[in-house]
């Protein structure tokens, strides 16, 4: 079975940072090209970062330039998210995916509050 799990998220202070994993089963990650989206409340779901197969070049969404970095370890089958400098508006779900996204990876995501 193909599937992607995401771990790591948890509640947080603002300026604070968390580290996301995104594990993959059933296939080789290495493979694909992965992006980080996320769901806050009310909201559709938005692309926060992705990370390509062929030779690791990198893309951040404005909202997050500077703050996030993407990367991934092909040993593990593992992409990660480190979050720095976290913000409220950070709050959200957060879920891995290939890149472009395959409906069949969507998981569960892995909740990230930012509050005092």
């Not at 993959?24 to 493979?31: H, W």
């Not at 970062?49 to 040993?75: E, L, M, P, Q, W």
């Not at 992409?79 to 069949?104: F, G, I, K, S």
Request: aromatic share 10%; net charge negative.
């Amino acid at each position: 079975q193909l599937q992607l799990v995401e771990s790591g998220g948890d509640l947080v202070q603002p300026g604070g940072s968390l580290r996301l994993s995104c594990t993959a089963s059933g296939f080789d990650l290495s493979s694909f090209g992965v992006a980080w989206f996320r769901q806050a409340p009310g909201k559709e779901r938005e692309g926060v970062s992705c990370i390509n197969h062929i030779d690791g070049t990198t893309y951040y969404f404005d909202s997050v330039k500077g703050r996030f970095t993407i990367s991934r370890d092909n040993a593990t089958n593992t992409v990660y998210l480190q979050m720095n400098n976290l913000r409220p508006e950070d709050t959200a779900v957060y879920y891995c995916n290939a890149d472009p996204p395959r409906n069949e990876l969507w998981g569960q995501g892995t909740q990230v509050t930012v509050s005092s």
